[in-house]
């Protein structure tokens, strides 16, 4: 049960507490926007000391405004996250006194991999004072922001014990509705409405409508909420989750304009999907596949492109390929993917058989997206010559599933075919991901492939996709 708060200052110190526990620094306390901004060029300078970059010369005020122009440019949270996950940002050095006067250079602001480590500084802000939209209004004071690298990511939002947690949430809706989030503020991805007994944590719609549909609940693996705040706070906010949520786990969806942040479930889908594909021994002879089991309505596009992505990124496959049963289907998910993939991640359709055979041979294809029909009609010798072995799927029921799956669920059995690195499948008519690997003389031949059954349970929330 949680521990009851009779005032917010008093849970604002036990939450600050928490976290200076669990990988959160410096503490800023009551900062406006102009003191962020010179911390944040503080920690630019210190992780942008090469002669080509910053060297001995701090930032100027000037330079500082040219990244501040960047951000009001991009305006919208979906812009910002990309800029945030392109890690670098380009200025022209303005001091006089710089060996590099007048010359554009780039500079990192954020490294998604350098987790809990390297370059990486993590700070909370306390009471941060916003400027409004309206003069006439009063400045507002948050509650609560956490700064990756100088850059303000989170805003929490808390209330006091026996408060709804709709009213943090609200007064969240409120700030936004002010014109508080501007300038360095635009650059907050997630929002978090806080009560000792409740949580709900949601991406920045932007100018867009706050939509509860999108608040969401962390949970475990098994899908049990998780309320108290100390629990939400040590499992979501701390590091290194609240790093690996920012620059993994949110989705920037180009097609509605919107960025999406990703429900616990398929967090504990896609991260342990690719993690397994990480840790495992390819050749060790024991090549298993698995399904993820969603149900309607449950976000499984988004989970299948973010587990895809995910191991694309880290290099442990030579291709994806999503594998649907149906035409339309195809249509749809390539359309959901290349919104999603945008131009850090190019995502290939499929015209024919002939077409696929060249894309799986092509070195620079990593992402594809084809039909079960065009699959089977692959000649695999064909393959060959771009030493890599194509698994030649078809659909079979495994009677072990029984217990755990619902009799749509399906696996892949290669067909007189070396043994594939990994194959993950979902009921039919939804997408799937199979990953190939590069030949080695001594890959056995697979007679039937096992299935691991990672199983998510319904989801409660309107899908995202």
Same mark, same amino acid.
């Given at each position: ?28 306390? #009551?900062?406006?926007? $102009? ?17 080509? $970059? ?6 100027? &005020? ?26 670098? %940002?380009?200025?022209?050095?303005? /001091? ?47 509650? %609560? ?88 706070? !040590? ?8 790093? $690996? ?6 989705? /920037? ?18 991260? !342990? ?35 895809? $992505? ?16 149906? %035409? ?24 024919? &058989? ?23 009609? %692959? ?31 399906? #696996? ?6 070396? #043994? ?30 096992? #299935? ?14």
């Amino acid at each position: 049960m949680a521990t009851p708060f009779s005032s917010e200052a008093e849970f604002e110190k036990a939450l600050i507490d928490m976290l200076t526990r669990h990988g959160w620094g410096e503490v800023i306390h #009551c900062p406006d926007e $102009q003191q962020l901004i010179d911390n944040w060029a503080k920690i630019l300078f210190d992780n942008n000391r090469g002669r080509d $970059q910053l060297g001995d010369i701090p930032l100027t &005020a000037g330079e500082m405004a040219q990244i501040i122009e960047q951000i009001n440019e991009l305006r919208t949270p979906l812009a910002l996250n990309e800029f945030i996950n392109g890690r670098t %940002v380009t200025i022209t050095r303005d /001091a006089p006194q710089a060996h590099n006067f007048g010359v554009e250079i780039s500079l990192k602001i954020y490294d998604r991999l350098e987790i809990a480590g390297g370059q990486s500084r993590y700070q909370i802000a306390v009471q941060p004072r916003f400027k409004t939209a309206d003069e006439l209004l009063p400045a507002r004071r948050g509650d %609560v922001m956490l700064l990756i690298n100088g850059m303000p990511v989170f805003h929490i939002e808390l209330k006091r014990t026996g408060v709804p947690v709709s009213q943090a949430a609200n007064q969240i809706a409120k700030y936004a509705h002010e014109g508080v989030y501007q300038g360095l503020f635009s650059l907050v991805q997630i929002f978090v409405a806080m009560t000792p007994e409740e949580s709900q944590y949601f991406a920045n719609p932007g100018t867009g409508k706050f939509n509860p549909d999108y608040f969401f609940h962390w949970a475990d693996f098994n899908n049990e909420p998780i309320n108290e705040w100390n629990e939400v706070t !040590r499992r979501l906010l701390s590091i290194p989750m609240a790093h $690996q949520l920012i620059g993994f786990y949110t989705v /920037a969806d180009r097609a509605s304009g919107n960025l999406l942040a990703m429900r616990s479930y398929q967090y504990y889908a896609a991260s !342990r999907i690719a993690d397994q594909v990480d840790r495992h021994d390819w050749d060790s002879g024991d090549q298993r596949g698995g399904y993820v089991w969603h149900t309607t309505g449950s976000g499984k596009t988004i989970t299948s492109f973010k587990t895809a $992505q995910l191991i694309a990124d880290s290099h442990n496959a030579d291709k994806v390929v999503f594998l649907l049963d149906r %035409v339309e289907l195809g249509t749809q998910s390539l359309e959901n993917y290349t919104s999603y993939g945008g131009e850090s991640l190019t995502v290939e359709d499929t015209s024919s &058989a002939a077409n696929l055979a060249t894309l799986l041979k092509d070195k620079h294809s990593t992402l594809i997206v084809t039909s079960l029909h065009k699959m089977s009609r %692959v000649n695999t010798d064909t393959l060959k010559l771009a030493d890599l072995e194509l698994i030649r799927a078809k659909r079979w029921y495994s009677s072990s599933m029984k217990p755990t799956a619902p009799p749509s669920v399906t #696996c892949w059995q290669p067909s007189n075919a070396p #043994c594939p690195t990994l194959c993950f499948s979902v009921s039919p008519a939804h997408p799937s991901t199979m990953k190939t690997r590069r030949r080695t003389p001594t890959q056995p031949t697979c007679s039937a492939m096992s #299935c691991t059954a990672i199983r998510l349970p319904t989801a409660s929330a309107t899908a995202t996709s």
